[in-house]
């Protein structure tokens, strides 16, 4: 097992998929509490300090919780069968609507590491395509360094904005993430932790751009 993550977290993640309920999940809080939330906190605080080498407005993560919100979904199983954990910009929590952020989630057969900006609101992408159409070579440098952009983008590009623009794909775009899969050993190994600040080093150059879009401190 490496300083994070081990098989059990797995394991503990495949069993609640097959048994989504209070009952089975309060005779398995124990090993919930030391398989998944300690191992995640303590990644959280350790991958804050690394992400804040990029960015000090990066350094603070959270762990989302494990329960669902169930108010307005037909899905009413309790528990999400995944962990997961942002690192927001520091600004997120004076923001309601949408902040760029690194990202890690954890699921049996679907682990990834990433970030960007997911599901912001319109008036904050329309940031990001002002952004790209008034300093195209710096968009330029952005997809230069090898990221690869993707998300929910729209058929067509959005009013107002030139069809004939040679980033007209990425102005039609809804979300900008990048993400890195990573297989279940990887994350069970010693150097996880390494893997995961490489992946969101190589985004970076996203999320610096998406950052300075919404004029914050990269």
């Not at 169930?70 to 997120?92: C, I, L, M, Q, W």
Request: hydrophobic share 40%; proline share 6%.
């Amino acid at each position: 097992m490496s300083g994070y993550f081990g098989p059990e977290l797995f394991a503990f993640l495949g069993e609640l998929a097959a048994h989504n309920d209070r009952t089975w999940f309060a005779a398995n809080k124990a090993r919930y509490r030391e398989h998944v939330e300690a191992p995640m906190k303590r990644f959280v605080e350790d991958a804050g300090i690394r992400l804040g080498e990029l960015s000090p407005c990066y350094a603070q993560g959270s762990m989302f919780r494990i329960h669902r919100d169930t108010r307005f979904s037909k899905d009413k199983t309790p528990y999400k069968t995944n962990v997961a954990a942002s690192f927001h910009h520091e600004a997120g929590r004076r923001r309601d609507h949408g902040v760029p952020g690194f990202y890690v989630h954890l699921a049996p057969g679907h682990c990834i590491g990433g970030g960007g900006l997911y599901h912001a609101a319109p008036e904050v992408v329309s940031r990001v395509r002002e952004r790209i159409v008034a300093r195209p070579s710096e968009w330029e440098a952005v997809l230069e360094s090898g990221v690869q952009v993707a998300g929910e983008a729209l058929k067509r590009p959005p009013a107002g904005y030139d069809p004939g623009h040679r980033f007209v794909e990425d102005l039609k775009r809804k979300d900008f993430i990048a993400t890195r899969s990573f297989a279940e050993a990887e994350v069970c190994a010693d150097d996880f932790l390494d893997r995961y600040v490489e992946a969101c080093r190589g985004i970076a150059p996203l999320v610096a751009f998406l950052t300075r879009a919404l004029d914050l401190t990269w």
